[in-house]
């Protein structure tokens, strides 16, 4: 039982004029930054820059410095070919399953991903310099804090270059050089001949020269390169390189891409762009770049006693501020940062829905980003109509589906079915409307775009499911993304827990956000059509199923039957016993059964997972090997088990992001947790973590958390309430005394328990006694 010191009357009011808290220094430190003697011999392992737009890796390519440069609207938009055909149906895929006649269903929706080199992102071009009087580089290092790269050489030469966080600009600066410095720009090969690698698939990309375009053409002045190259059907995309000597031994220069669609506004050519900014300087635009960036990392910040984590969760970070921006599209498999090989990237670089954008916003709403956050929705936002044209053509239902796998435009690609074209796909979309409403709690969102996108996915739901025999809803044809591949037996007659979990979800979000605008009959609709939908699948174990004829039964990579756990938090931990047996049995399960076919994404979420289960040892152990062994010395994702130990029989380095955001929201969950109607600090830390902090993470609400263990106790929480409203705050003290409050009144309500009740801007600040 709390016992509430100096405090007698059951309600307290108490009014300070401060918000006040031992702050951490909201800026990463000197020990998050990447560091190397050497620049990166490869492209995949570059120090990456970034501004949503625009991005540049650094590394040394032969004997040449080189800028991989990127920008995320760089696509050929071609329809896949051969994917739009009379059979491009969920009815006619369904006789063909009943008829167990599957090989059509492989070849005409499938197999043209594989096959076609496009629709796909493809890469921009590179910066060249040659440094062959440069001496030895001594040093590379990314400054986090600052966004910003600096090599030195040996000779006392060095190199600072960035991608300006708010412009698609980079720039780079050489001093101290003995010689001109000269940039060349380096075209990808559109054209020549393919390269003979063995097999072609989406996974280790295709020839850029299969896109058959016609060479750009380069055009060099004095102290500029133009570069311009078309696409497909009038695309243009152009770079433009300036450079000017502002003093002996210094060299400024700038680089910006523009991308051109002849069916959309006119925009400014990279030449235009560039010279304006010649007239400008480094210093003065290296100012405004780091001013964005100080209030980038103003908004939150931890300290963990973890060190390979806690830099790990700064990398993370800086990485998603490089890639996450609104007015720029949503992060991709490989955001700005696309594969600089000659080659189209793994998966064309696209948008994959089946986990890959989902996991890449999971930071964002606890992390206290929402604004970058909201780049993911008005990408969907944008594309709705294209959503439901192919909802109409696919389906032949009213509603909204998304495809699993989209171009730019949001346009179906194919590939494995499953997961490309399943219903569910705008049901986990969905989540991320509710969730940036619940962190936000700005109604008017939730009245203009979460509740109408969410409306429209249960009306979807409710079009395209049907009664079975027993009065129980469910899917025509179900399946669990990944499980048992592109066959015939991965096709389900009853509804997996995946796309249960997602339907049940979608249903009851539905629920409550026409409740909260007064929208009674549409919740009590919602709330009927989700009452019809069955349990899970358990085991007689209670353990969760892939599907009621499958159990968990083989090591894989998609943790897709476990959806109801996390992310959506329909079994919860709180509650109660029975909710607590099928979490500990499902986990226990997955862990025997083992990693084999995991991938670093798997680790990642896996630490979520454990987080949920109040597993702080098991949560750091994923993140951990995640880190360890996952992914390269810049911090990239790819995928396999670099350390080849036996983590992951996938030893492969195909680069991803998700896996990295991942992981930042797995370190998030361990601190603070919100989903279960209350706020629970540091619910899932490891009992050696005797101390550890965190500033302004986020709790559903709309309230701003910083915490502090000391000693092996949870000795300060403050509570900053954006919107105001009322919120329950899980105290694990005996007894704690209130250091500050203003506009908060408080209210003893149960054991372990306190109620607030928030006035906008109220803050309440406790410590242990």
């Known amino acids: ?36 003697d050497s620049l990166a011999r490869s492209w995949d392992e570059g120090v990456p820059l970034g501004n949503g737009t625009v991005g540049s890796l650094v590394w040394q390519k032969n004997d040449k410095l080189r800028f991989s440069l990127d920008r995320a609207d760089i696509w050929d938009m071609r329809p896949m070919k051969g994917l739009h055909r009379d059979e491009f149906s969920y009815q006619w895929v369904q006789e063909q399953v009943k008829k167990k006649d599957y090989k059509p269903v492989q070849q005409y929706f499938d197999a043209p991903y594989d096959r076609e080199p496009a629709p796909s992102k493809i890469p921009a071009g590179a910066l060249e310099f040659d440094l062959e009087e440069a001496g030895k580089v001594k040093s590379v290092r990314l400054d986090v804090a600052k ?108 680089w910006s891409i523009s991308s051109h669609y002849p069916d959309h506004a006119p925009q400014p050519k990279a030449e235009q762009l560039v010279d304006a900014a010649v ?22 910040a931890i300290k963990v ?12 970070q800086y990485k998603f501020g490089s890639a996450a921006r609104r007015g720029a599209p949503p992060i991709s498999l490989q955001a700005v940062w696309t594969a600089d090989n000659g080659r189209i990237p793994p998966w064309k670089g696209d948008f994959h829905h089946d986990l890959n954008t989902q996991l890449s916003y999971w930071p964002s709403y606890s992390g206290n980003h929402l604004e970058e956050a909201l780049g993911y929705l008005d990408h969907l936002d944008e ?98 993304p990944e499980i048992r591949n592109n066959s015939l037996e991965a096709w389900f007659p009853e509804n997996t827990n995946y796309d249960l979990a997602l339907m049940k979800f979608t249903l009851k979000a539905g629920t409550e956000m026409a409740s909260v605008l007064g929208k009674s009959t549409e919740a009590d609709h919602w709330n009927q059509l989700g009452a019809e939908f069955g349990d899970f699948a358990l085991t007689d174990n209670k353990e969760l199923m892939f599907a009621p004829s499958l159990p968990y039964n083989e090591s894989h990579r998609h943790f897709s039957h476990l959806m109801a756990i996390h992310p959506l938090g329909l079994i919860k931990w709180e509650d109660g016993e029975a909710a607590q047996a099928i979490i500990t049995n499902t986990i226990r399960q997955l862990d025997a059964i083992g990693p084999d076919w995991w991938c670093g994404y798997s680790y990642a979420w896996l630490g979520s997972v454990k987080a949920r289960a109040k597993d702080g040892e098991g949560a750091a152990n994923a993140l951990g090997t995640f880190a360890r062994a996952f992914c390269l010395p810049n911090s990239f994702h790819v995928n396999g088990d670099q ?85 329950r705050l899980k105290v694990p003290y005996e007894q704690w005394k209130v250091k500050s409050a203003s506009q908060i009144e408080i209210t003893a309500a149960e054991p372990d328990f306190i109620e607030l009740s928030c006035q906008p801007g109220g803050t309440l600040t406790l410590l242990a006694r």
């Open 1 to 36: 039982m709390i016992r509430i010191m100096k405090i007698s009357l059951r309600y307290l009011f108490v009014c300070v004029s401060f918000w006040a808290t031992d702050s951490l220094v909201a800026q990463p430190l000197p020990k998050h930054d990447l560091r190397f």
């Open 147 to 254: 966004a910003l790269c600096i090599v030195q050489w040996d000779t006392g030469m060095s190199l600072e270059t960035f991608v300006h966080a708010t412009e698609p600009m980079g720039w780079f600066r050489f001093t101290n050089a003995s010689n001109a410095i000269v940039p060349e720009l380096i075209a990808p090969k559109y054209q020549g001949t393919l390269a003979k690698s063995g097999e072609v698939n989406s996974l280790v990309g295709d020839d850029l020269a299969r896109l058959n375009y016609q060479q750009g053409t380069i055009d060099k002045k004095k102290n500029a390169i133009v570069y311009r190259q078309e696409g497909y059907n009038g695309f243009i995309y152009e770079i433009a390189v300036r450079w000017k000597e502002t003093k002996k031994g210094t060299l400024e220069g700038m």
């Open 279 to 300: 007239k400008s300087s480094f210093a003065k635009n290296f100012a405004s770049h780091v001013h964005w960036w100080e209030a980038f990392w103003s908004k939150s």
């Open 305 to 316: 006693p973890d060190e390979l984590l806690e830099k790990q969760w700064y990398l993370e």
């Open 383 to 480: 594309n709705k109509e294209n959503y439901k044209r192919y909802t109409k053509l696919y389906f032949g239902v009213d509603g909204l589906a998304v495809p699993g796998v989209t171009t730019l435009d949001g346009t179906e690609m194919g590939g494995w079915i499953q997961y490309s074209l399943s219903p569910t796909v705008s049901s986990w979309l969905a989540q991320h409307y509710y969730l940036q409403w619940k962190y936000s709690g700005d109604i008017d969102f939730l009245r203009e775009r979460a509740y109408p996108w969410v409306k429209d996915v249960c009306t979807f739901i409710q079009n395209i499911t049907i009664l079975d025999d027993k009065g129980k809803r469910q899917l025509p044809i179900s399946s669990s």
């Open 643 to 727: 350390t080849k130990s036996g983590l992951s029989k996938f030893t492969y380095r195909p680069f991803t992001l998700e896996g990295n955001f991942a992981f930042a929201a797995g370190l998030q969950e361990m601190l603070l947790q919100s989903y279960a109607g209350f706020i629970d600090v540091m619910p899932a830390i490891p009992a050696d973590w005797t101390e550890a902090s965190f500033e302004n993470l986020r709790a559903e609400g709309a309230f701003l958390v910083s915490a502090k263990r000391k000693n092996g106790q949870l000795s300060e929480i403050s509570i900053l309430s954006e919107k105001g409203g009322t919120t």
